[in-house]
Structures are given as C-alpha cells and as structure tokens.
C-alpha cells in the first residue's frame, strides 16, 4: 500500500502555456534569465516520472520550505532546453549528464547540472520475442533518434552480444560504430517519445525509461533486458543556466528533491523501474 497521494494535475503545464513556451523557444539564445529571484521558481520536466516527482515535492514539500513552484511539462527532449536557454524557465528535470554534454556542444547552452536526482533504466522490449535469442535474422530495431539515448540501445544490444561495437567504452557510439552485426539487425530511428508506439511494428525496440514508464511498461516486468540500475551514468540531473546556481529558489528545491520524503517516494511508487541517485 502507498503512502503517498495518487498523482494530480499539474501546477502549471497547460496546452496552452506548452505551446507559447514552444514557440519562444527555438534556436539558441544568449540564455539570459531573469535577475528577479522572489517570483515563482519555473521548472521545466518531462512527462513521468519527473513531472510526477516534481508535483510530489510542489505537493507535499514546497509550500512548508516557502517555495512557490511552477511545473512546465514537455513531451520531447528538445525543448526544456531550449526553454531554459531563453529564460522561459528558471531550470528543467529530465536529462543526464552525458545527453547535457552532447546538447551543450550542439547548440552552445550553458548550463550546470546541480545534482543527480533520479534513474529510470533503457530497456529493450518487444511484442513479439521473448528473448533475445529468438530475433530472426534481419530483425527490426527501433532506438531513439537523438544520438546519445540511441547510443544507450546499441550498448544493451552489444552488452547482449547481437553486434560489436568498435570502441565498447565510447561515451556515444552510432550505427557507424558498428563492426559486427550477428543476425544482421535492420535499424531505424524514431522519435524517442513514439518509441512505445513503435513495438507492433518492429520486433525490438529501446525504450528509454521515462518513456516506457508512461506507455505502462515495466523495466523489471517487461523488458528483454534492461540497464543496471546501479550504474548511475543516465542518471537524470537538476539542471540550470550557468551563474544562477545560488538562486535561492534553486537551492531550495535542490533540497527537497534530494530528501529522503523523496527518496521514500520514489522507492514506494515505482518500485525499482525508477532508483534514487542521490
């Protein structure tokens, strides 16, 4: 039995508000924020678990520290950054370490990450095998578009010994990298948030967590095989603007998302297709 209340709505992530933030946010800026620090502390996630751990700490811990917190939610991994680097939001909860890198050198951000908060582990599903070894030669793979979540799939698959890759300890390998492919596995790229969509028309797809989780897929229950949750390298962050780390706000949100209320929250309710980093 849960301890804890069912998910509501969130403080703040209409269609609406959505939308206008889309459309300022395009494009690099100069990633200038806001000086005023008493307002509202504007927060941008992706669906769950991070928008469900955000309401969790607006719900039950925020209004006893003094925060005012605002929830914006998207359902691409495009745009929270894209709306933190135009100060459309004070910071977002949804990206580790190693897609921040890659999105910093792409599009110039400059961003920190204040802390690891929470690790939802890759899996690879299907609809049609229930093991690895049952894929026919020339299966479909679907993995996620951007390079380094599609690069977190062709780990799992050479963890499993389906293909090689040229440097096993590469932060980022791409298809490129492949140097061996045993049953000659047919790629395709997708959209990582229709990557659930895609198992009825693929024999195996690489789902990252947030997104399975959403789509009512288990890592533990479901999955062929699943990244080790003890390995935090995906680990997603609390991430702001450079130079606003001691934003008062920021520090005391950072707070509460590292309590242990949340860690009892995040054990409780997902249990272990979403681990505590911190």
Known sequence: MSFFPAPRPLTLA???????????ACGSSS????????????????????ADILQFVDEEL????????????????VQPNAALDQGDVDANYYQHGVFLADQEE???????????????????????????????????VAIPNDPVNGSRGLKLLAQEGLIVLEDPEAAVPT??????????????EV??????????????????????????LSPQEDALVAEDTSDTTYANQLVVRAGEEEDPRLQQLLELLTSEEVRAYIDETY????????
């Open 106 to 140: 792409q599009a110039g951000y400059d961003f920190t990450g204040l802390a690891t908060i929470s690790f939802q582990p890759m899996g690879l599903y299907s609809q049609t095998a229930d093991d690895l070894a049952d894929l026919p030669p020339g299966a479909t």
């Open 175 to 188: 298809l490129l990298d492949i140097t061996d492919n045993v049953k000659d596995l047919q790629f395709e």
């Open 271 to 278: 249990d272990g297709a979403v681990v505590a980093a911190f």
């Open 14 to 24: 209409s269609t609406a508000l959505a939308a206008t933030l889309a459309l300022t």
């Open 62 to 77: 925020a209004a006893d520290a003094g925060l005012d917190l605002e929830i914006v939610e998207f359902t691409d991994y």
């Open 31 to 50: 990633g200038a924020g806001s000086d005023d620090t008493s307002g509202p502390l504007r927060v941008a996630v992706t669906p769950v678990p991070h």
């Open 191 to 216: 959209e990582a948030a229709q990557l659930p969509r895609s198992l009825g028309d693929v024999d195996v797809a690489a789902v990252p967590g947030n997104y399975a989780l959403d789509a009512d």
